[in-house]
């Protein structure tokens, strides 16, 4: 996951959302947070582009429940 990280978070072509702004994707900014605000739209709705960056952005919130909990743990 760390390896995935910093490409997913940004917006290169094709982006891997399952929609263009402002119904895939809800803003133009390019930074990590508003990247990650619609990549958990992206979740919720279980809906990602078809192409290679959206199956990786998919697997990447998949798992956002072990990398959470992993983050939690540090001190």
């Known amino acids: 996951m760390a390896g ?5 978070l940004t917006r290169g072509n094709p982006h891997g ?3 263009d702004h402002y119904t895939g994707q809800f803003s133009h900014d390019t930074s990590q947070s508003e990247v990650f605000a619609d990549m958990f739209v992206g979740w919720s709705f279980g809906m990602w582009g078809d192409n290679d960056l959206g199956r990786d ?3 990447y919130m998949n798992n956002m429940n072990t990398w959470i909990l992993n983050a939690s743990q540090l001190s």
């Open 4 to 8: 995935l990280s910093g490409d997913l």
């Open 17 to 19: 959302f399952f929609a």
């Open 57 to 59: 952005r998919m697997d």
